[in-house]
């Protein structure tokens, strides 16, 4: 099946510092990649839609300058968390979806980071 | 904008009963999804239903698409301690940015050996 590969698991990182995570489909090409973010017992929020070759669709609220995000090609897709701060601490998980398979979305397996 | 509500919010059970949860919709939607997430993991798919009225099964678990396009179930029977975990459904609606997920809050599952 289709297969998300989301790296890193984990990342502390100090306050002021930018953090890139990377969301790779492993086994089809995703023309477009979704970033949610997801605080501790609640849902999951839409960040922003990756477009491949393209700039980035934001949610509103969301500061396209604080969170960068790259689609350089059809299987990759980076998130730059911009000068983090303690706020910015929280689980980020990417999607992408096999238009050639039937099924939903594929999720990678999240980033939890932490911004000391 | 299209909002999910989900129930319920968290659930006690014994092993060995049976489950249910469900999703409404204030707007309709074309396919229907729904989630398991484990603790620290991203969510894995469980069923997903692209036609009213479509019932659909996966091992113990049945889904449904209602007729209405504004709901869904799932259902989860003879519940086993690997059940424990938060259940989302999603909803896509037609196109553009509604053609992007939505999710419910969450159901907690937790199963009592």
């Known amino acids: 099946g289709a297969v998300v590969s989301q790296h890193p698991s984990r990342v502390i990182c100090k306050s002021g510092t930018s953090v890139k995570i990377e969301c790779r489909s492993l086994?089809?090409?995703?023309?477009?990649m979704f970033w949610y973010r997801q605080f501790p017992k609640q849902s999951l929020m839409l960040m922003a839609t990756?477009?491949?070759?393209?700039?980035?669709?934001?949610e509103q609220g969301v500061e396209k300058d604080k969170f960068l995000i790259n689609h350089a090609s059809l299987t990759l897709s980076t998130l730059t968390v911009t000068s983090a701060h303690p706020e910015d601490s929280s689980f980020y998980i990417c999607?992408?979806?096999?238009?050639?398979?039937?099924?939903?979305?594929?999720f990678g397996s999240g980033t939890r980071l932490t911004v000391v | 904008g299209q909002q999910l509500n989900q129930s319920p919010q968290s659930m006690f059970i014994q092993e060995g009963e049976d489950v249910s949860m469900n999703c409404t919709s204030s707007?309709?939607?074309?396919?229907w999804l729904w989630y398991k997430q484990d603790p620290g993991e991203g969510p894995v798919l469980l069923i997903a239903?692209?036609?009213?009225?479509e019932l659909t099964s996966n091992g113990r678990l049945t889904a449904q698409f209602g007729i209405t396009r504004k709901d869904s179930f799932l259902n989860i029977s003879a519940s086993i301690p690997s059940d424990v975990g938060i259940y989302f459904c999603?909803?896509?609606?037609?196109?553009?940015?509604?053609?992007?997920?939505?999710f419910g809050k969450g159901t907690k599952l937790s199963v009592k050996p």
């Open positions: 999607s992408a979806r096999d238009r050639q398979r039937t099924g939903g979305y594929t």
């Open positions: 999603a909803g896509q609606g037609y196109g553009g940015s509604q053609g992007n997920l939505i």
């Open positions: 707007s309709i939607f074309n396919t």
């Open positions: 990756s477009n491949e070759g393209s700039k980035a669709t934001y």
């Open positions: 239903l692209y036609k009213a009225g």
């Open positions: 086994d089809f090409q995703a023309t477009t």
